[in-house]
Antibody
Framework: EVQLVESGGGLVRPGGSLRLSCAAS????????MSWVRQAPGKGLEWVAT????????YYADSLQGRFTISRDNARNSLFLQMNSLSDEDTAVYYC?????????????WGQGTLVTVSS | QSALTQPRSVSGSLGQSVTMSCAGT?????????VSWYQQHPGRGPKLIIY???KRPSGVPDRFSGSKSGSTASLTISGLQAEDEADYFC??????????FGGGTKMSVL
């Protein structure tokens, strides 16, 4: 059974940093591109970043202005998101999502999400 | 890049059909046949229900169908059931390995 379990969320002050993790199981992690997608309270989904299977290519939403870094460890079946210079606009549930084996066009599995709250 | 445009809410009675729209541009929905739809129940992660505009993953009932005309995609749910009450998000490939989502539609079953 495919499972994606996010962790690392919590309360952080504006300007602070946080590192999210996603533990993957039940599939060949190294065979899929992965993404982080976020959802602000009561809002829609927003794609954040994508990393290809071997970490050769990284893609980010323009709105992040270089503050976030996506990475992965295929040996540990883990996906990460380093978030710096956080503002209240970054408050959201952050989901780890798996692209299908076909490529970066749709997500076939999602985690339950981890809540990040940026507040003073 | 602006989010795809979805109606805030739609509703229908048990057994009826509802259709919700997803309006994009010539750079996303209009440019690629890589539109997907996701169902999200409260407190849960999204679930893929349609990909490639109109294809259904294994296990998704054929009550769910998708289509596209120009830069607007649509999701139709036929034979509404109580468990279909959820939020629905459209998504489109937007080139250069990016995807863009809609703001979501809250579907209520009357």
């Amino acid at each position: 059974e495919v499972q994606l379990v996010e962790s690392g969320g919590g309360l952080v002050r504006p300007g602070g940093s946080l590192r999210l993790s996603c533990a993957a199981s039940g599939f060949t992690f190294s065979g899929h591109s992965m993404s982080w997608v976020r959802q602000a309270p009561g809002k829609g989904l927003e794609w954040v970043a994508t990393i290809t299977p071997s970490s050769a290519y990284l893609y980010y939403a323009d709105s992040l202005q270089g503050r976030f870094t996506i990475s992965r460890d295929n040996a540990r079946n883990s996906l990460f998101l380093q978030m710096n210079s956080l503002s209240d606009e970054d408050t959201a549930v952050y989901y780890c999502a798996r692209f299908t084996i076909r490529g970066e066009t749709e997500f076939d599995y999602w985690g339950q999400g981890t809540l990040v709250t940026v507040s003073s | 890049q602006s989010a795809l445009t979805q109606p805030r809410s739609v509703s229908g009675s048990l057994g009826q059909s509802v259709t919700m729209s997803c309006a994009g541009t010539s750079s996303d929905v209009g440019a690629y046949n890589f539109v997907s739809w996701y169902q999200q129940h409260p407190g849960r992660g999204p679930k893929l229900i349609i990909y490639d505009v109109s294809k259904r993953p294994s296990g998704v009932p054929d009550r769910f169908s998708g289509s596209k005309s120009g830069s607007t995609a649509s999701l139709t749910i036929s034979g509404l059931q109580a468990e279909d009450e959820a939020d629905y998000f459209c998504c489109s490939y937007a080139g250069r390995y990016t995807v863009i989502f809609g703001g979501g539609t809250k579907m209520s079953v009357l």
